[in-house]
């Protein structure tokens, strides 16, 4: 892109960042939309967002076309975690194997997964495209975006439906009678009276709302997990190459084959594990025992500074792999399993749009910040990055709120 558009580095960071400031604005928008006109159609508005976006980025005649399509991108993205959510949340049940935390936990696993497909299908695009066409390797990347999201939209009718639980939330109980038939074979039937559904009101959806009791010490610790999570990911994750090479050493090769390994075989699994741990555990134990070793593992990468010998090489490279691990468990998986069973149906998406929004602007800030503090300290930097990681273990300790200890939705008053 930088070579094509001869862009100047202000211009390649307001690239970089359109997506990101996209998604900000489309976490806040998207889950208060998601609970005001219902998942269904939020989420399919949604794809629509991906394969334009998607195409229009792929065939950016100029960079202005590209800024403007990576910032529709960015809103997809942020309107898709909050109708997601939602949907896992709903559609499962609250205990055994399965449950709603596992589902919503499995987010972190799928995102590791998906990141390592997107890798192999750069090396295979990278094999398949003619040497004198190699600069349309970005563009192809792009524009396959575009197909996950018309696969689903070609399968929507057989495998998608409106939420029961929004559906009743909004007055509408012969709906969520159908919508139950469909999906479950669940022969429901509406008991109140019809008189007494004609003057039911749907819930007021407001972001005001996640800040009254009893949701404002969860919104709270939500808020503190999701910006310190995201500060510490953009860190370790999204600046991993540039760790392993200016830290470690290691080559482009040794770079790319040590990143593509370091998430397979750690955040991956972490993820996986983090699914397991989910219907069993409390997720407050879980995550405060993934800040831990988070915390661990940075202090080590601060005392180790630029490793010299074998076995400092070994060791700093066996701590990111530690991080990577917790961070799929623990805290990567749990930033959405609070926001979405801290808050009931009519509110739901509203108070994941909101965490994530905050998870943006810790993103937004560790691209800031970070590179001044890696250029200033050196690996000294990781002692910054692992105060994230003790923060939010403190207002976990304070705040005993456990999401998964009871249903939700069948608190009285809800």
Known sequence: MVR???????????VAS???VGTIIGNLLGGWLTDKYGRYSV???????????????GLAPNVWVLIGARFLMGIGVGVDLPVAMAYLAEFSKFTGKANKASRVASWCPMWYAASTVCFLLIFGLYFLLPPQHIDWLWRASLLFGAVPALLIIAVRSRFMNESPLWAANQGDLNGAVRILKKSYGIEAHNAL????QSVQKPPKVSYRELFKAPYRQRTLVSSVMNVCVS??????AFFLPSILAQFLGAGVFETISASLGLNALFALTGGLLGMRLAWKFASRHVAIAGFALQF????????????TSTIAIVVAILMLGLWLFAEGFGPGAQIMVYPSLSYPTHIRATGVGFSRALSGIGSALA?????ILQAKFGTNMFWFVALSAALPIIFLLIIRFEPTAHDIDFEPGV
Do not use: K, R
Not at 193 to 196: A, G, K, L, Y
Not at 367 to 371: A, E, K
């Open 4 to 14: 094509e558009f001869h862009l100047t580095p202000t211009l390649t960071g307001v």
């Open 18 to 20: 359109a997506i990101m």
């Open 43 to 57: 989420f399919m508005a949604d794809m629509l967002f991906f394969v334009v976006s998607a195409i229009a980025a």
């Open 193 to 196: 009276p019809e008189e007494v």
């Open 231 to 236: 500060f510490e990911y953009t860190a370790i």
């Open 296 to 307: 661990i593992a940075l202090t080590i990468l601060a005392i180790t500074g630029h490793p």
């Open 367 to 371: 691209l800031f910040i970070l590179p």
